[in-house]
């Protein structure tokens, strides 16, 4: 099966003073312990706070080249699980970066422990934004029953930071017959989607999804960041409308 990158990976992309992401290598996805031939592309977001220290946002795979190209910039402080989907990859930065904090999405202890990935987490993501990060970051837990996730905020940039809530793929980076299944899931460029997977849950908990929809209207984003597929640099809060429009009534 054959894929293509967000080429050049493991290298610092600037977005905006004090934001930029790093594209990760291929990631797999995996069913009852089997990996399917599905490669996907992963993305990593990273913002430089104002007293230096950095918050590093669903971290890829680690690489050496790209931890010193970061170190350049500042303190490699937070490693983000905003989902109990994304925290393979923190143990590697731990590793190399110890006196960094490891931060827990819900479920995703459970998760690791169960997937033998040794992970020191050190604080819980709770609903208000700590006082580490609460001056230049917002988040809000979006719903999404198993698939649930935190959604982040950089005030400086106006940038959203989304995970798996939207998936925008582009088809003519993808080999088939994964190119049709994404086609068929809506999930792809340049319309984008919700994960296919949170889509149910969303329509049972339409109460909390219009709370944290709303919430995304209230920051104005003017672009938006995403882990999987091409981001979206303008007219954020059109998708968001699009996309989820519905549930926020």
């Given at each position: 099966?054959?894929?293509?990158?967000?080429?050049?990976?493991?290298?610092?992309?600037?977005?905006?003073?004090?934001?930029?992401?790093?594209?990760?290598?291929?990631?797999?996805?995996?069913?009852?312990?089997?990996?399917?031939?599905?490669?996907?592309?992963?993305?990593?977001?990273?913002?430089?706070?104002?007293n230096?220290?950095?918050?590093l946002?669903?971290?890829?795979?680690?690489?050496?080249?790209l931890?010193d190209?970061?170190?350049?910039?500042?303190?490699?402080?937070?490693l983000?699980?905003?989902n109990?989907?994304?925290?393979?990859?923190?143990?590697e930065?731990?590793?190399?970066?110890?006196?960094?904090?490891?931060?827990?999405?819900?479920g995703?202890?459970?998760?690791?422990?169960?997937?033998?990935?040794?992970?020191?987490?050190?604080?819980?993501?709770?609903?208000?934004?700590?006082?580490?990060?609460?001056?230049?970051?917002?988040?809000?837990?979006?719903?999404?029953?198993?698939f649930?996730?935190?959604?982040?905020?950089?005030?400086?940039?106006?940038?959203?930071?989304?995970?798996?809530?939207?998936?925008?793929?582009?088809?003519?980076?993808?080999?088939?017959p994964?190119?049709?299944l994404?086609?068929?899931?809506?999930?792809?460029?340049?319309?984008?989607q919700?994960?296919?997977?949170?889509?149910?849950?969303?329509?049972?908990?339409?109460?909390?999804?219009?709370?944290?929809?709303?919430?995304?209207?209230?920051?104005?984003?003017?672009r938006?960041?995403?882990s999987?597929?091409?981001?979206?640099?303008?007219?954020?809060?059109?998708?968001?409308?699009?996309?989820?429009?519905?549930?926020?009534?």
């Amino acid at each position: 099966m054959g894929a293509a990158l967000y080429e050049p990976i493991n290298v610092y992309k600037p977005v905006a003073a004090n934001i930029g992401v790093v594209d990760g290598p291929f990631e797999y996805l995996t069913v009852a312990g089997v990996r399917l031939p599905l490669p996907f592309t992963t993305r990593m977001t990273v913002v430089r706070l104002s007293n230096g220290d950095l918050f590093l946002h669903s971290p890829t795979k680690f690489d050496r080249k790209l931890a010193d190209e970061l170190e350049h910039l500042g303190t490699v402080r937070y490693l983000i699980s905003p989902n109990q989907f994304h925290y393979a990859n923190i143990g590697e930065w731990l590793n190399a970066f110890p006196d960094a904090v490891a931060w827990a999405s819900p479920g995703v202890r459970r998760r690791s422990r169960a997937r033998r990935v040794e992970i020191r987490f050190g604080r819980d993501l709770d609903l208000d934004p700590p006082g580490e990060w609460r001056n230049e970051l917002d988040q809000t837990l979006f719903p999404g029953g198993y698939f649930k996730e935190f959604i982040f905020f950089h005030r400086e940039s106006e940038s959203l930071i989304v995970t798996d809530a939207i998936i925008n793929i582009e088809l003519d980076k993808m080999d088939e017959p994964w190119r049709t299944l994404t086609r068929m899931s809506g999930m792809y460029y340049p319309r984008g989607q919700v994960f296919f997977g949170m889509r149910l849950p969303l329509l049972l908990q339409r109460k909390k999804a219009a709370a944290a929809i709303a919430k995304l209207h209230a920051w104005r984003p003017r672009r938006i960041l995403l882990s999987h597929g091409r981001c979206f640099d303008a007219d954020a809060d059109a998708v968001i409308r699009r996309i989820f429009g519905k549930l926020g009534r």
